[in-house]
C-alpha cells in the first residue's frame, strides 16, 4: 500500500515557521525586498568581504571574452553583470534577470552610473525562462558548485581560526 501523499508539499519552512508552500516565495521576496539596498554591505560582512574573490573566480571560470553575450541569472545588484559589462566590451551584451525587483532596481542604478551601457534588465522568475537555456545547466552547475564549495571551505576554515584565537589568546 503506497503512501499518502495528497499533501506533500503542502506545507515547508521559513526560517523557523511552518508556512504553505505558496506562502514561502513571498516572505522570501520580502526578505529580499526588505534588504535590496543594503545587500551587498551585508555580503562583505558576513563573508568577510572573501565573496568578492568567489565571484572574481566565478567571472574567470566563465571564460567569457570581448564581444561575448552574457545572462546573469539572479544577479540582484549587479555586482557580477558590472564586471561581465566591462569584459565583453562595448560590442558585448549583458542582461541582467532578477525575481525581485527591488533588487534589480539597484543593480540597474548601480550599473548605470557606472556607466555599463551594454547592460539590460530584466524583471524574471529563473524557474520559467525557456527550455533552450537547459544547455547552459552543466557549467552554471560546474561554476557555482566549485564556487559554493570553497565557499564553505574558506568559511570553516575561517571559523575554525576564530574559534582558536578565541581559546587560545
Known amino acids: 500500500r503506497g503512501a499518502n501523499t495528497g499533501n506533500v508539499g503542502a506545507t515547508t519552512h521559513f526560517g523557523y515557521q511552518t508556512v504553505s508552500s505558496d506562502d514561502k516565495a ?3 521576496a520580502e ?3 526588505s534588504v535590496a539596498s543594503k545587500y551587498d554591505i551585508m555580503n562583505d560582512l558576513m563573508s568577510f568581504g572573501i565573496h568578492r574573490i568567489w565571484k572574481r573566480f566565478a567571472i574567470n571560470m566563465s571564460g567569457v571574452r570581448r564581444g561575448q553575450h552574457v545572462l546573469d541569472i539572479a544577479g540582484g545588484t549587479g555586482d557580477l553583470a558590472k564586471v561581465f559589462s566591462r569584459e565583453v566590451g562595448p560590442q558585448g551584451h549583458v542582461v541582467l534577470s532578477d525575481i525581485n525587483e527591488s533588487m534589480l532596481n539597484v543593480g540597474r542604478d ?3 552610473d557606472a556607466g555599463c551601457t551594454n547592460v539590460d534588465f530584466v524583471l524574471a522568475n529563473a524557474e520559467t525562462l525557456e527550455s533552450c537555456l537547459i544547455r547552459m545547466i552543466p557549467l552554471i552547475f560546474k561554476v557555482f558548485s ?3 564549495f570553497y565557499f564553505f571551505f574558506i568559511f570553516f576554515v575561517f571559523f575554525f581560526f576564530f574559534i ?3 581559546f587560545f589568546f
Do not use: A, D, N
Request: aromatic letters at 34%.
Open 26 to 28: 513571498q516572505k522570501v
Open 31 to 33: 526578505v529580499f525586498h
Open 110 to 112: 548601480r550599473l548605470i
Open 146 to 148: 566549485f564556487f559554493f
Open 164 to 166: 582558536v584565537f578565541l
